[in-house]
């Protein structure tokens, strides 16, 4: 696979050294079934097999990140510093929309179609954000009457897990359209966008007899690199809340529980812009708006318009900042990942994809829209991006007991 991408792009270990491998493992040790190979080295499946597992996702959270706060600290940090952890890769599009639903079904990109923060659906003629449930003009995706679970037709390994299979992230995405359509959860709790109260529900989890699986995501980091960049103070300070979080969570672990801590993509920091509307021509060469996010972008191409389209990939305005690859040749790669394709994987990849070289973020907003760039972004294949902390930890007594997953 790594034949047909640059060099300096780092590419998802699928074999055994991903997200979508942790989550393999965390299936086969509760009893499901999964397709895909499972963490390779895991040196704690015990802990996925645990009467209580708490899967602990921090979005935005990536391994050159952790080092960078932990290089800045001036005290010993309670939980990321004290704790060993590993390195795994995320999946491709690394990207929330792509990881959280590989995190929530057990499948990978390939088999949900999640592809990107924007997806194409060409059967519904829209480009449209899915997770915010929105188009790309603020419209409702779809009314409420839509058979939306089974046109989304989510891969459902996570739904052989045995017993209670749980979901805690802040309000409202457990009562969103899109968590609702997998039907796999038993219990879905929000909290009410506040550390506190995010803390007391997983307190209030990992110190319960009953047994579950528990997926926990928490999204305020990310929201904040985007915002600052990532070796910004807010971001940092952010940092030690969760570290003290983490730990006061982790002390609460007794015998039979345990804790898995990971991320879901790293943040690659904006150094250089590139409006794809304000090309002239770029547009006029695609079928549809663009979809994807601001480091990986899908372009669909009218059919008389590809040498065109062809000829500005290659040239000055777009060759230096991004790498220009066939659809189909991705696909042929497994870039999404391994599995049976979803049914509208091929018509969401499109005609080529735009992978944004380092330090570099893209925009392509629809018609009468002024193009927004983040201080940092996500999305395509930088070590920075790809590259996400693994911890692993189990409850014994009172204490929690780290290995390096």
Known sequence: MSRRFPK???????????????????????????PHAPLRDFSCPSAAASPRLVLLVLDGLGENQLRGYLARRKTPSPFFGRFPHRVIT???????????TTFATGGSPAEHA???????????????TPLPFRTRTGTPLANGDFPLADY???????????????????????????????????????????????????????RSRAGFFLYAYHPDYDTLCHRFGPAAAAPHRHLEKLDNLLAR???????????????????????????LS????????????PAGDARLVHCFVRPGKQAAFRKLVM?????????????????????FGPGKPHPALEARTGDWLLLARAGVTMAAPPAMEKAHFHLSS?????????????????GADGRARGTSA
């Open 8 to 34: 300096d792009f780092v590419l998802p270990d699928y074999a055994g050294g991903s997200i979508l491998n942790l989550t393999s493992s965390i299936v086969r040790a509760r009893g499901g079934r999964t």
């Open 90 to 100: 995320t999946v491709c599009p690394a990207t929330t929309a792509a990881a959280v």
């Open 114 to 128: 999640f592809l990107g923060w924007h997806i194409h659906f060409p059967d519904l003629g829209m480009v449209a």
């Open 152 to 206: 989304l037709a989510y891969p459902r390994h996570l739904a052989t897990v045995r017993g209670s299979r749980q979901v805690l992230s802040p309000s409202p995405i457990p009562a969103s359209e899109t968590t609702c359509a997998q039907d796999w959860w038993t219990k879905k709790t929000a909290s009410d966008g506040t550390l506190r109260d995010f803390e007391a529900k997983l307190l209030r989890a990992v």
């Open 249 to 275: 969570v982790a002390a609460a672990c007794g015998k039979g529980t345990s804790l898995l801590v990971t991320a879901d993509h790293g943040h690659e920091a904006t150094e250089t812009v590139l409006d």
């Open 278 to 289: 304000a090309i002239e021509g770029f547009y006029g060469a695609l079928a549809i708006l």
């Open 315 to 335: 040239s000055s305005k777009i060759a230096p900042f991004a790498a220009c690859v066939d659809g189909k040749k991705a696909l042929e790669a497994g870039l």
């Open 378 to 394: 996500h999305g395509g294949l930088s070590e920075n991006e790809m590259r996400v902390p693994l911890f692993c930890l189990r």
